[in-house]
């Protein structure tokens, strides 16, 4: 795509008016995802996707945290800042949006990989008691400070390859103690390691196995304890069900999405991922925020998330995992117009990858998505997963100041060189975090 000069955003003389914190020159490459001169600045779709704000040779200006203008460097110059960065002509980014993880975990399942290699199928190994059973045991046998513990430098990989925003589910406790010592040990990680958190209950991630023959007292458990205290003491902002034949079906899906938007949190679904179900179609009807994996989705699924504002989250890096050979239907979603973002789904079993730039790169090679679109979907398509889209996944004015600034000078390297980390500084609300 050609470079194209867009005009500041800004009044330069309101930018001179008074003394900006952070000047970031120099920089090489901007994409801004900036469209809110447009007439349709929500989530893109279609050929959006491929359109990225690009300015050339620019520069940057922060006040208290958020992103006051950008525009070519030269009307920049003279200007007052508390502080100078130079991007040394290198490509700078919104900072990275990872709507789907389960970062919070105990001991990593190495073992179940190598079972799976040998031609174990993940449903299997869950059947065998391992899988999410294995995760659950684990989690609960840990006490809080433990699980943060474990946690930081996860996410801390997380932020240095570019994360800014996290969405983390809990799912690994199944009970209300064990749940919300997992939330709380995510938001405390997070908030250590500067990363900007949405927290996901997720609950109804399986029924736990000494509910096995009364499944119907999980599922009221979940509904009249776990999510209302959830609520009631802002441990989460969401919550998530694992929306398959052989976890939740879609009633039992059905009653506790409804339950969970009568409390006032916002919907998201583990949808269509194992065999066509049905999930994304419920997700848009109930105006879930997103619905997440679709490998399995069908055309009446693309058609019903094309028609709603609910984003098809697609998690690439599980099914490199897992070894499977059926990507989601990335173009045909595209084409049909739903909101695609993307997400590493990053999680002790199927995808052990805290990288969304390695993610970026499975999707541009697996699922077809150009270097551009995959940076649209893992920045603003996946801050609207959230409902942050006013807030983060843009360079925007007005947009919290969360950027990267790469060592590379074109964004199209940050897919090509796969598992390669080209993230040279972050900043988060205009401070350089690492
Ligand atoms: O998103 N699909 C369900 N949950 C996770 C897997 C979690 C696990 O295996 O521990 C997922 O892939
Ligand atoms: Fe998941």
């Known amino acids: ?7 500041t955003a800004t009044d330069m003389s309101d930018l001179r008016a008074s003394p900006i914190d952070l000047l970031v020159t120099g920089i090489g490459q901007l994409c801004t995802l900036d469209r809110s001169g447009s007439s349709d600045a929500g989530p893109r779709r279609g050929a959006d996707l491929g359109d990225l704000g690009l300015v050339a040779d ?10 006051v203008a950008y525009g070519p460097g030269e009307d920049f110059t003279g200007l007052d800042a508390d502080t100078t960065y130079d991007a040394a002509g290198k490509c700078v980014l919104p900072g990275l949006v990872d709507p789907h993880t389960h970062a919070v975990y105990g001991r990593t399942r190495q073992d179940e990989y190598e079972r799976r290699l040998r031609g174990e199928t993940y449903l299997e190994i869950a059947a065998a008691g391992g899988g999410i059973h294995a995760s659950v045991r684990d989690l609960r046998d840990r006490d809080e400070d433990e699980l943060v513990e474990l946690a930081l430098p996860r996410l801390g990989e997380a932020l ?15 009970s209300p103690k ?31 196995l000494d509910y096995r023959d009364r499944r119907e007292v999980y599922i009221d458990l979940v509904c009249e304890e776990i999510l209302p205290r959830v609520k009631q003491e802002g441990l989460a902002d969401r919550l998530d069900v694992f929306c398959e034949p052989s976890v939740f079906d879609l009633a039992e899906t059905e009653r506790i999405l409804t339950r969970g938007l009568e409390l006032g949190l916002r919907a998201t679904v583990h949808a269509d991922e194992l065999e066509s179900f049905g999930g994304a179609i419920l997700a848009a009807r109930l105006g879930a ?4 994996h679709l490998i399995r989705i069908d055309r009446e699924g693309i058609e019903a998330l094309a028609a709603s504002d609910t984003v098809a989250v697609l998690l690439p890096g599980t099914v490199f995992t897992l070894g499977l050979r059926d990507y989601a239907p990335a173009r045909e979603m595209i084409e049909a117009g739903v909101v695609v973002a993307l997400a590493t789904d990053y999680n002790p079993g199927s995808s052990p990858i805290s990288s969304l730039p390695l ?61 390669r980390n080209p993230v040279a500084g972050v900043f988060r609300d205009g401070e350089l975090v690492t």
């Open 160 to 174: 240095a390859h570019g994360t800014t925003t996290i969405e983390i589910k809990s799912g690994y406790g199944l």
């Open 58 to 67: 620019a520069a940057l200006a922060v006040r208290d945290g958020r992103v």
């Open 289 to 292: 925020g997103s619905a997440d």
């Open 178 to 208: 064990d749940e919300i010592k997992m939330l709380r040990a995510a938001r405390r990680a997070a908030e250590t390691v500067g990363l900007r958190a949405v927290l996901t209950c997720l609950a109804a991630h399986e029924i736990p």
């Open 359 to 419: 993610v970026m790169a499975i999707a541009c090679t697996q699922m077809r998505l150009s270097p551009a679109e995959a940076l649209t979907a893992a920045t603003v398509n996946a801050a609207h997963a959230l409902g942050l889209g006013d807030e983060a996944g843009s360079l925007a004015p007005g947009r919290r100041a969360d950027f990267l600034v790469l060592d590379v000078d074109d964004y199209r390297l940050v897919p090509y060189h796969a598992g």
């Open 1 to 7: 795509m050609p470079l194209d000069d867009r005009p």
